[in-house]
């Protein structure tokens, strides 16, 4: 029994190591090989609202992860399908965090983990906050509560 619980606890605390080294801080890649993975705009989101706003745009939706971390990895996927689905009234905008370019947006948006999901309205005020994965149906529902179609 006492084998058992030692076993147990070896293999808890070995898979959280690996999740944390899963989002752990690693070299950082260039921006081209960033785009490469995620597929998803490096606009700033610091960009002219009244433009967003002729553009049609109803959201501003703002994933600060990494292309180093799992869940930010499979957060990708999820922005690639909202920006397919709804490309004409969503800015879609990636930092990752974990590069010079990225570091001050964390600051910015006062993020604890990663990925954090924020939402902007078309004045550009934050209207929803989500950390860690976020699956597309649950996001869609967001989107909507700002009239995303």
């Known amino acids: 029994m006492m084998l058992l619980k030692t ?4 293999t808890v605390f070995f898979g959280l190591l690996m999740l944390a080294a899963g989002c752990s801080k690693l070299e950082s890649q260039d921006l081209s090989q960033q785009e490469e993975i995620t597929g998803t705009s490096r606009e700033s989101a610091d960009a002219d609202y009244t433009a967003q706003l002729e553009a049609g745009h109803k959201v501003t939706f703002i994933e ?16 690639e399908e909202i920006e397919q689905e709804f490309g004409d009234q969503v800015k879609i905008v990636f930092y990752d965090v974990w590069t010079p370019q990225g570091k001050p947006y964390a600051q910015q948006y006062a993020i604890r983990v990663i990925p954090t999901q924020v939402f902007l309205d078309r004045e550009g005020n934050e209207y929803f906050r989500h950390e860690g994965f976020f699956p597309k149906e649950k996001l869609v529902s967001i989107l909507r509560l700002k009239g995303v179609r």
């Open 7 to 10: 076993t147990v606890v070896k």
């Open 64 to 79: 600060l992860g990494s292309v180093k971390c799992i869940p930010c990895i499979k957060m990708a996927a999820v922005m």
